[in-house]
């Protein structure tokens, strides 16, 4: 109860604190509708509704994954840049449980850009907005979003000696679109793409999305969305510790 208590609280501060920020908060929400635009341009040239329907759940979850990957990947960048890092490190609460809340609140931003991109699709597109399931859509959206914030704590610990950490958390966001099934089917992808795709938990979120917004069964894909999340989140807790454990040894968070 009390770990539940932690992560509750420090996913409640964080996700203020970004809320107020420009460009963790208003940027994340703004920045998606530019490729949403784009999609629904090209998208609508083929002149089917559902074709447009597909594209709309699509280039709306693209949105959580942007709002993570880059921001995620300077979370600890930024703590060092603040002096805040050694502390953190420092404090007796596991350095895990201090670093999940972040991320997981930026994923909760994403779903508010998630929100809006439906929204701007409907409205200044004219895209009806009807799903087969809407309460398990809900459902499914946000098994995702939390699964991208598991994949954004690992890119997190992962990224904290490198000085360019955002260029890296940059790379991976156009990637994972693609490669994910957020508008490209992946039966439309080469074959060797599969096993990288199955690794990712996105692609069963986006699955179990699409499943529960135009018919179908998506609970397989939830359960194995979150499975495939928690794999991504155990692992950058051993490598957290082995972070700290190194921090203490050498008496030093420095990059050099």
Not at 31 to 37: E, K, R
Not at 45 to 69: E, F, H, K, R, T
């Amino acid at each position: 109860m009390r770990t539940l208590r932690l992560v509750g609280v420090g996913w409640w501060m964080q996700l203020k604190n970004r809320s107020r920020s420009a460009f963790d908060g208003l940027l994340s929400i703004l920045y998606p509708l530019f490729f949403a635009a784009t999609i629904f341009l090209v998208y609508q040239q083929n002149g089917d509704p559902s074709v447009l329907v597909s594209a709309a759940v699509g280039a709306s979850l693209m949105g959580i994954w942007s709002a993570v990957s880059t921001t995620a990947s300077t979370t600890l960048q930024g703590e060092r840049r603040q002096g805040t890092l050694e502390l953190l490190v420092a404090a007796p609460t596991p350095f895990s449980l201090v670093i999940l809340p972040a991320t997981v609140s930026m994923a909760t931003i994403g779903l508010w850009s998630f929100v809006v991109t439906l929204l701007f699709g409907r409205f200044a597109f004219g895209i009806p907005i009807s799903f087969d399931q809407p309460v398990v859509f809900v459902i499914a959206a946000l098994v995702l979003a939390f699964s991208l914030g598991l994949v954004g704590f690992l890119q997190a610990v992962t990224s904290v000696r490198y000085r360019a950490a955002w260029a890296l958390g940059s790379l991976f966001e156009f990637p994972v679109w693609l490669v994910c099934g957020f508008l490209v089917p992946l039966s439309s992808l080469p074959s060797w793409v599969a096993p990288i795709a199955y690794a990712l938990p996105p692609t069963w979120g986006v699955s179990a999305v699409r499943a529960a917004a135009f018919g179908g069964s998506p609970w397989r894909d939830i359960a194995l969305c979150l499975l495939t999340g928690a794999v991504y989140a155990l692992v950058g807790v051993l490598i957290a510790r082995r972070l700290v454990d190194s921090a203490r040894g050498n008496a030093t968070l420095a990059l050099t």
